[in-house]
Structure formats: structure tokens, C-alpha cells
């Protein structure tokens, strides 16, 4: 029987039982991947937090670089007075 409570043929049945077998295995797929999309965001934002951590390093790397060549450009020139 239908939704509405009219019998169906057994062909009928079939369809209605093989087109609810679809939908839920999709259902079970959209389930299995929602995890794995997840995962896959957490991933991409940690990749991203290393990088950002790698030009902070880098760019304080380059910064004390600059400050100890200053300090010794103002040395030279005390010396040189």
C-alpha cells in the first residue's frame, strides 16, 4: 500500500522498495562524508596556522637581522669618530 492507502502491484512495491534502498544509501554516503569533510577543513586550517607561523618566524628572523647589522653600523661609526 501507498502512502495514501491504496494497494499497489507488486512491480510498484519493488520501485517504491529499491528507490527507498537509494535514497538511504545516499543518505548513509552524505553520513560517512561529512566526517571526512571534517577532517579535511581541520587539516587546511592547520597547514595554513604552520604557515602563518613560518612567516612570523621568518619575517622576526629578518627583523633581528636588520636591528644587528644597525648596531653594528652605529658601532663602526663610534669608532670610526
Known amino acids: 500500500m501507498d502512502e495514501k492507502g491504496f494497494h499497489l502491484g507488486r512491480g510498484e512495491e519493488n520501485k517504491r522498495e529499491i528507490e527507498e534502498d537509494k ?9 560517512k562524508a561529512k566526517p571526512k ?8 586550517m592547520k597547514r595554513e596556522e604552520r604557515v602563518k607561523e613560518k612567516e612570523r618566524k621568518e619575517k622576526e628572523r629578518k ?5 644587528e647589522k644597525e648596531r653594528k653600523e652605529k658601532e663602526k661609526a663610534a669608532k670610526a669618530t
Open 23 to 31: 535514497r538511504n544509501q545516499l543518505r548513509t554516503k552524505e553520513l
Open 63 to 67: 627583523e633581528k637581522e636588520r636591528k
Open 37 to 44: 569533510l571534517i577532517t579535511e577543513e581541520q587539516a587546511g
